[in-house]
């Protein structure tokens, strides 16, 4: 499924989605590079591996931790922040079970 091109270059596939509330789901073709966002402010750089499963949320939340210019994802709990490009070219879009 090709990923369209709004906002940060991942955009939201419907109109349901975009009113957001909805979680969209990824699983990683190859690692990425990402930054995880502690709770103390500090930013710790790490690669997620291949396979593992990311959640977006279509409506950004308000106490966001995600850094400028990136996107916020949640893996195993974690926030962490990505490049969007590396998640356009990097991950396929798959659906919630």
């Given at each position: 499924?090709?990923?369209?091109?709004?906002?940060?270059?991942?955009?939201?596939?419907?109109?349901?989605?975009?009113?957001?509330?909805?979680?969209?789901?990824?699983?990683?073709?190859?690692?990425?590079?990402?930054?995880?966002?502690?709770?103390?402010?500090?930013?710790?750089?790490?690669?997620?591996?291949?396979?593992?499963?990311l959640?977006?949320?279509?409506?950004?939340?308000?106490?966001?931790?995600t850094?400028?210019?990136?996107i916020?994802?949640?893996?195993?709990?974690?926030?962490?922040?990505?490049?969007?490009?590396?998640?356009a070219?990097?991950?396929?879009?798959?659906?919630?079970?």
């Amino acid at each position: 499924m090709a990923l369209g091109q709004l906002g940060h270059g991942i955009a939201p596939v419907n109109a349901e989605e975009a009113a957001g509330g909805m979680e969209i789901r990824y699983r990683l073709k190859v690692p990425i590079k990402a930054i995880l966002d502690k709770q103390d402010g500090e930013e710790v750089f790490v690669k997620i591996p291949a396979g593992a499963l990311l959640v977006r949320f279509a409506q950004p939340q308000e106490a966001s931790t995600t850094l400028f210019g990136m996107i916020g994802v949640h893996w195993e709990g974690r926030h962490y922040s990505v490049y969007p490009n590396e998640l356009a070219l990097k991950a396929e879009r798959v659906q919630a079970a």
